[in-house]
């Protein structure tokens, strides 16, 4: 696991999980979880991505990327490693080495 893995994340963005779950978890993590499944899959860089778009639930806009990037830096990963992606941002990731 892990040989040559990027991981592109699709957000579910909620810090109230059990409002969530019923409609998103089958289809998005949250921030916590995208960051585990991208040790558990021994990914060499994480996009947070689909955030912010639309107002679907009771949190505050900005905190989805606010927990990402509190949880990635209490992790070690630098802005290179865990990257947040702005509202319509296209990202081009470098080739793997």
């Known amino acids: 696991m892990g040989d040559g893995l990027d991981v592109l994340y699709n957000g579910r963005w909620s810090a109230v ?3 969530q779950d ?3 978890s089958k289809q998005h993590m949250n921030p916590r979880e ?3 499944a991208f040790r558990d899959l021994g990914a060499r860089r994480i996009v947070a991505m689909h955030w912010g778009t639309f107002k679907l639930t ?3 806009l900005d905190e ?3 927990l990402f990037r509190e ?3 209490a992790r ?3 802005d290179g490693v865990a990257r947040i992606a702005a509202v319509g941002e296209t ?3 470098p080739p793997a080495p």
């Open 34 to 36: 995208a960051l585990d």
């Open 17 to 19: 999980q059990d409002i």
């Open 22 to 24: 019923w409609f998103m």
């Open 64 to 66: 989805p990327p606010r």
């Open 91 to 93: 990202i081009t990731l």
């Open 76 to 78: 070690g990963l630098d």
């Open 58 to 60: 009771d949190e505050p």
């Open 71 to 73: 949880d990635a830096a």
